[in-house]
């Protein structure tokens, strides 16, 4: 396969989509903890750190045990419903399938120690503490013979309640229950509950005690990842779907990045929009047509490799985004609000994430840690078609928190931004309700008030001002919608803006070539920042804008076709500015056929 370089030229203005497009233990009942419940709108803010602290005492769990637990299943969030695993509450307690060792799963399980209906367990936050207060006690009288009070003797029951057959999953999640128990943690969930467990630096664990479990070692073969996470390789199909055209096929195409000159600059979120195993079996579908370069499955952080980072992935919907990155799929639906994406996801995914930026130098950041809803249509009448994963209830706070790159980390404070500065919007995902609505053929609705991710985006700065009409969306020129799949009327966590105007509360921003307003009340919903880099034009002119940086025609070989660039509609008018990453050099990637014998496939 030859691979010749291609001609560099300067390349033509391109902004990106984000700145511009957008069991054997018996247990007594006992009595439920009088008052309100943790969730409900009259509840004291201690009342879930009084729960916690009853369980404990009651079941002879350690405290920071039971409180470490819950924090790394669920940031002691209680949630409008199951997870994307189907686990409920603080104690994220599973109501599907069967545990490790084939018993019942562990909401069943529990409310059976607590000889108590189910449904209590899901939807009462204090029988939830109690029923995961309830489980641990069990798992470590059958690990341990006892329940000592030392909480470095509970690692066994810690490891089995993270409900992973592979000694590589509990093990990590053991880890990282106790590192929480080390460091302490703080924090004030959505429903007004402050929840505090004070660090012990102290703590040691006793991590032979795992091998009482008896699971199940796994080697990651030849699966690209970190040491500590639980991998394995799962190869996608590439092959021909037909027998006589080498140019049908799927799902990858094969490469040698970065040595073939195919950096590695971006890596790319998103949701799988089905279960786990059921993601595995469309990779391996040659006539799929897509495929990522991972899989993180939901109930326990373990992550498949499905294409070698060498070679690249069909996962972007944008060929020059696809070169150069690597797709992580989540087990997930962006659409279900009740839906929740799991804490050992969130974990599992940024230990990857990190693994891949320091392998690949990059920069951990939201202009390169990115969803697929940022990824840019690669032509104008592509644009309406592109997806929206991972989707408003994905977490990007919490997530670069873990990467150890907050997303506003380069903040000079919250104060209202003056025209010209750079913000970066960060409303706070567990205090940001706004509305969202989901449709199918039969109607709409509005999903119930629940944490999101983004700001709503209007013409102009009133709550009754028109949201925000993206043309690609809205060819009529009707107004932005709050459905969830309309993207078009608003900015997300971690995106960067220049500032267009301010009135009052009210923040401007440049945004598809026009000033979008939303209320930035006490500066609360977004960070000015400092330094990056921006772009405006330098004439009278309009700048035009692409959606892919590929070369001009004079720089491809005359055996291979050029591509056509053809700007976006979208333009940086005189007076406008954007945040943009540096210049980058434009290329091309050919690759045609399954087995590179087309003239010019893989040819940089």
Same mark, same amino acid.
């Given at each position: ?5 291609? !001609? ?34 009259? #509840? ?12 404990? !005492? ?22 409008? =419903? ?11 307690? &599973? ?35 109690? @029923? ?19 909480? =470095? ?14 000694? %590589? ?42 091998? +009482? ?39 990858? $195409? ?13 890596? &790319? ?43 690249? *992935? ?36 940024? !230990? ?5 930026? +320091? ?6 950041? +939201? ?23 991972? =989707? ?21 404070? +919250?104060?209202?931004?003056?025209? @010209? *500065? #750079?913000? /970066? ?11 969202? #609505? ?25 709550? $009754? ?32 803006? /220049? ?22 009340? @006490? ?5 000015? &920042? ?7 034009? !330098? ?19 005359? $055996?291979?076709?050029?591509? %056509? ?28 056929? /399954? ?5 010019? $496939?893989?040819?940089?």
């Amino acid at each position: 396969m030859t691979r010749r370089s291609l !001609r560099w030229h300067p390349p033509r203005p391109l902004v990106a989509a984000l700145v511009l497009a957008a069991c054997a233990l018996a247990v007594a009942p006992g009595p439920a903890m009088a008052g309100p419940r943790p969730t409900d709108a009259a #509840t004291p803010p201690g009342a879930l750190q009084q729960a916690f602290s009853a369980a404990a !005492r009651e079941f002879h769990v350690p405290e920071s045990v039971l409180l470490a637990v819950s924090y790394d299943e669920s940031l002691w969030e209680s949630h409008a =419903g199951p997870s994307t695993s189907g686990g409920y509450g603080v104690m994220h307690l &599973v109501d599907l399938g069967h545990d490790a060792s084939g018993g019942p799963a562990a909401l069943p399980a529990a409310a059976a120690l607590l000889s108590a209906p189910a449904e209590q367990l899901r939807t009462d936050p204090v029988r939830n503490v109690r @029923g995961g207060a309830a489980l641990l006690a069990r798992y470590e009288r059958e690990s341990m013979g006892a329940l000592p009070s030392d909480a =470095g003797l509970w690692y066994a029951a810690v490891a089995r309640y993270s409900g992973s057959p592979d000694a %590589t999953g509990a093990r990590v999640f053991a880890d990282d229950v106790y590192r929480t128990m080390r460091t302490g943690a703080a924090r004030t969930t959505a429903a007004g509950q402050a929840v505090r467990l004070m660090g012990d630096p102290t703590l040691r664990p006793d991590t032979a005690a795992i091998g +009482r479990l008896h699971l199940q070692e796994s080697g990651q073969g030849p699966a690209e990842c970190p040491d500590e996470l639980d991998c394995d390789f799962v190869p996608a199909a590439h092959a021909q779907t037909s027998p006589t055209d080498t140019a049908s096929y799927g799902n990858y $195409d094969t490469a040698d990045r970065p040595h073939d000159g195919n950096t590695i600059r971006t890596i &790319v979120i998103h949701d799988t929009e089905l279960p786990y195993d059921a993601t595995l079996q469309a990779f391996q579908n040659p006539a799929t047509g897509g495929s990522s370069h991972y899989v993180v499955r939901s109930s326990d952080g373990h992550v498949t490799q499905v294409v070698p980072t060498r070679d690249i *992935a069909w996962h972007a919907g944008n060929w020059y985004v696809n070169a150069h990155a690597i797709g992580i799929e989540h087990e997930g639906f962006a659409l279900e609000g009740a839906t929740w994406y799991t804490e050992v996801l969130y974990r599992s995914s940024a !230990r990857l994430v990190r693994y891949l930026a +320091r392998r690949f130098d990059v920069p951990l950041d +939201r202009e390169h840690i990115i969803g697929h809803d940022e990824v840019p249509g690669p032509t104008q009448d592509q644009i309406a078609g592109m997806h929206w994963d991972p =989707g408003p209830f994905w977490d990007w706070d919490h997530y670069m928190e873990l990467l150890g790159a907050p997303a506003f980390a380069a903040s000079e404070g +919250r104060h209202l931004p003056k025209p @010209g *500065a #750079t913000v /970066v919007i960060s409303p706070g995902f567990a205090s940001n309700t706004p509305p969202v #609505t989901s449709c199918d053929p039969s109607g709409c609705e509005q999903l119930p008030a629940q944490p999101a991710n983004f700001v709503e985006l209007h013409t102009a700065p009133s709550p $009754d001002a028109p949201l925000l009409s993206e043309p690609a969306l809205h060819p009529d020129g009707s107004a932005g919608t709050t459905k969830i799949n309309d993207w078009g009327d608003t900015a997300v966590t971690g995106q960067s803006f /220049v500032v267009a105007g301010q009135d009052g509360d009210w923040t401007a921003i440049w945004y598809g070539g026009r000033a979008a307003w939303f209320e930035n009340r @006490g500066a609360t919903l977004a960070a000015t &920042v400092h330094g990056g880099f921006t772009v405006t034009p !330098r004439g009278d002119a309009p700048v035009a804008v692409y959606g892919r940086a590929y070369p001009e025609a004079a720089a491809f070989p005359a $055996d291979i076709p050029s591509q %056509t660039v053809v700007p976006l509609d979208a333009t940086i008018q005189p007076g406008q500015a954007y945040v943009a990453e540096a210049p980058v050099a434009s290329d091309y990637y050919r690759f045609k056929t /399954v087995d590179g014998s087309q003239p010019g $496939d893989g040819t940089l």
